[in-house]
């Protein structure tokens, strides 16, 4: 049984994020989707002898070659930093000082970083994820299918949302922009999205 295949604990109660995400979304996206991944990837892993890898390594070397363990590991990698991403009293253009100069730098600054992103979150057809990740060595915007993460595709992901409907649709319904402007303005723990953006720039 590998390690790296296990549940962790949400960093809040799982009503912590209401109204904007409700303790009934997290009891099914944490306690139900999630985990089924955690138990499908394990499984999956050990099939095909990559029990002993890191996460991010299964996934890497899965992309392309084991659809159904890269799917697997890819959600429980997802996941794992997505619960981070979020926390009460989150949002509103509370953005530290290093992480606002890149973002007005590189990204024509808050205003338009906010409408690109829940844009990218809005135009990907189907389930998927919108992330901010650094790639060659700036940010950028990016929206991937189903499981597909940035790592897979050269970058090293800041900040993600999950457009699965399973994750919006029991408080949102069909209404994803409602979701996305709610998750932006409302739940993003940006200390959280510093630190991944200082380690992804090598500064720790």
């Given at each position: 049984?590998?390690?790296?295949?296990?549940?962790?604990?949400?960093?809040?109660?799982?009503?912590?994020?209401?109204?904007?995400?409700?303790?009934?979304?997290?009891?099914?996206?944490?306690?139900?989707?999630?985990?089924?991944?955690?138990?499908?990837?394990?499984?999956?892993?050990?099939?095909?002898?990559?029990?002993?890898?890191?996460?991010?390594?299964?996934v890497k070397r899965s992309f392309g070659t084991n659809s159904s363990l890269f799917n697997n590991a890819a959600q429980h990698y997802n996941h794992t930093l997505?619960?981070?991403?979020?926390?009460?009293?989150?949002?509103?253009?509370?953005?530290?000082?290093?992480?606002?100069?890149?973002?007005?730098?590189?990204?024509?600054?808050?205003?338009?970083?906010?409408?690109?992103?829940?844009?990218?979150?809005?135009?990907?057809?189907?389930?998927?994820?919108?992330?901010?990740?650094?790639?060659?060595?700036?940010?950028?915007?990016?929206?991937?299918?189903?499981?597909?993460?940035?790592?897979?595709?050269?970058?090293?992901?800041?900040?993600?949302?999950?457009?699965?409907?399973?994750?919006?649709?029991?408080?949102?319904?069909?209404?994803?922009?409602?979701?996305?402007?709610?998750?932006?303005?409302?739940?993003?723990?940006?200390?959280?999205?510093?630190?991944?953006?200082?380690?992804?720039?090598?500064?720790?």
């Amino acid at each position: 049984m590998t390690a790296v295949f296990e549940l962790p604990d949400l960093p809040y109660e799982y009503g912590a994020l209401e109204p904007f995400m409700s303790r009934e979304t997290l009891k099914l996206h944490h306690g139900k989707h999630h985990l089924a991944y955690v138990e499908n990837g394990r499984k999956l892993a050990a099939e095909a002898g990559m029990e002993n890898l890191s996460l991010k390594q299964i996934v890497k070397r899965s992309f392309g070659t084991n659809s159904s363990l890269f799917n697997n590991a890819a959600q429980h990698y997802n996941h794992t930093l997505f619960w981070k991403w979020m926390k009460r009293g989150g949002g509103n253009a509370k953005v530290p000082d290093v992480l606002q100069k890149a973002i007005d730098s590189e990204l024509g600054g808050y205003e338009n970083f906010r409408t690109e992103f829940i844009a990218a979150g809005m135009s990907q057809f189907g389930s998927g994820w919108a992330w901010l990740a650094l790639k060659d060595g700036a940010l950028t915007i990016m929206k991937t299918p189903n499981a597909e993460n940035p790592t897979v595709h050269g970058g090293f992901p800041i900040l993600g949302v999950d457009v699965w409907e399973h994750s919006y649709y029991v408080d949102y319904r069909n209404a994803r922009q409602k979701y996305l402007e709610a998750f932006f303005d409302h739940l993003i723990n940006w200390e959280a999205v510093l630190q991944l953006y200082e380690k992804a720039a090598g500064r720790t």
